[in-house]
């Protein structure tokens, strides 16, 4: 009897925790003994994949991988010096009650939610934290709605309603973020693994790339970027004690002190500006950040006061062959925030919002770049022999071009 017990004791001791657990791994991991993730019986680890412990479950096999958890999608560094230096000073807890959906934790965050079935991350991986107003969902032709609950219509796409726009080019053709976006440049934080000219060459025949000029001083996709989803203004209001709530009619998070709401929302050609390269690049208003504090029905302090005008160079994924035809860019002054008084239709002071106006340079900055110098622009738009002859034979091309297809 005894050597018996001793028998039973010696098995339960040698059998897998995946089977004591009656666990059963699925996917790439199929074959592998817990051990190899959760650790020997000097230490278990109970979550291998998590940022706590730099997920030691994973690295052991993909060495190198926990420097994810040092870039900017873990850390979120830029998002929590603003807040400090704008929305923090008002509430030192704003980040913690705002900002706290799209950080990576752990490495099923993109790879799936069972650790026991590791998957590869799938578009949908991505697009969980990159849509609306973040690069991400435009790529399939998805721009973010108005805030207004009138707005609220349409199809759903992670619970949010989006508007129809054309999508990339790249994803009609059935690319996904993983063929520009690989793990070892995420890692390295790198911004892609691929640029433009790895896949196309400038093509001489294209009247436009037969500038040098185009060629030396813009991304591809300053050119080449259809739309790009713009927020100009953006509203943060918090209401204590304040029955007057009721009357915002905008979507808003269930329990949360805040009402955030747009003054206005653009899905068009987007601004251009100089990126950190020197090279001219679309950008968008990145925070422009107005802030109000609502106690008992009173406001406290300044209303809609301006915490920040700060714009962010950046690269759409809308890409279409066609571009805006030469006066899109050399003699619109308000694509470079040059926007001449006479030609405003938003007058931001007239509702006390502190701007001239949202494509005015002036108290506004490109965090990482600058907006283009007026006497650069004002060369760019001088309109010289090169630009006369380049405008001219660009319209003759389009000319013949629907010609040539009425007769079909």
């Not at 020997?40 to 420097?67: K, Q």
């Not at 973040?134 to 609220?152: C, I, K, L, S, W």
């Not at 747009?262 to 690049?281: C, E, W």
């Not at 002036?362 to 110098?373: H, K, P, R, Y």
Request: hydrophobic residues 30%.
């Amino acid at each position: 009897m005894f050597l018996t017990i001793v028998s039973i004791a010696l098995c339960l001791l040698t059998v897998s925790p995946a089977r004591a657990h009656d666990i059963s791994l699925k996917g790439v991991h199929a074959t592998l003994p817990c051990s190899s993730c959760h650790g020997d019986d000097s230490e278990r680890l109970s979550r291998p994949t998590s940022r706590d412990n730099r997920a030691r479950g994973c690295v052991g096999c993909h060495r190198g991988y926990d420097a994810l958890f040092d870039q900017a999608m873990t850390t979120r560094a830029r998002e929590r010096r603003f807040v400090e230096q704008t929305f923090g000073k008002a509430d030192p807890h704003f980040y913690q009650k705002n900002c706290q959906s799209c950080h990576i934790r752990d490495c099923l965050d993109c790879h799936g939610e069972n650790g026991h079935n590791i998957t590869r991350p799938a578009q949908n991986s991505c697009l969980g934290c990159h849509k609306g107003y973040f690069v991400g969902t435009d790529y399939h032709g998805m721009a973010p709605r108005e805030d207004n609950v009138r707005y609220q219509r349409g199809k759903l796409f992670e619970g949010e309603t989006f508007l129809k726009m054309l999508p990339d080019v790249h994803a009609e053709a059935g690319m996904e973020c993983g063929d520009c976006h690989s793990m070892k440049s995420l890692v390295a934080g790198s911004k892609s693994s691929k640029k433009c000219v790895d896949c196309h060459k400038p093509s001489d025949s294209v009247i436009e790339h037969g500038i040098t000029a185009h060629l030396t001083n813009l991304e591809c996709y300053a050119c080449h970027s259809a739309w790009a989803a713009q927020e100009y203004g953006t509203f943060y209001v918090r209401l204590v004690n304040s029955p007057s709530s009721k009357y915002f009619r905008v979507k808003r998070k269930s329990g949360s002190e805040y009402i955030k709401s747009a003054y206005l929302r653009m899905q068009n050609a987007p601004p251009l500006g100089i990126n950190d390269t020197g090279k001219v690049s679309p950008i968008r208003p990145q925070f422009i950040s107005y802030f109000s504090d609502i106690r008992d029905g009173k406001p406290v302090g300044e209303e809609n006061r301006l915490l920040a005008a700060h714009w962010k160079a950046f690269f759409p994924h809308t890409i279409r062959r066609g571009t805006v035809m030469c006066e899109g860019c050399h003699i619109n002054a308000r694509r470079f925030i040059l926007e001449k008084e006479e030609n405003r239709i938003y007058q931001l002071q007239l509702d006390g919002m502190t701007l001239n106006s949202f494509w005015d340079q002036a108290c506004q900055e490109v965090i990482n770049g600058s907006f283009m110098e007026p006497s650069r622009f004002a060369r760019m738009s001088s309109k010289g022999p090169a630009y006369t002859k380049a405008y001219v034979k660009k319209w003759k091309r389009l000319v013949d071009h629907v010609e040539d297809s009425s007769k079909q």
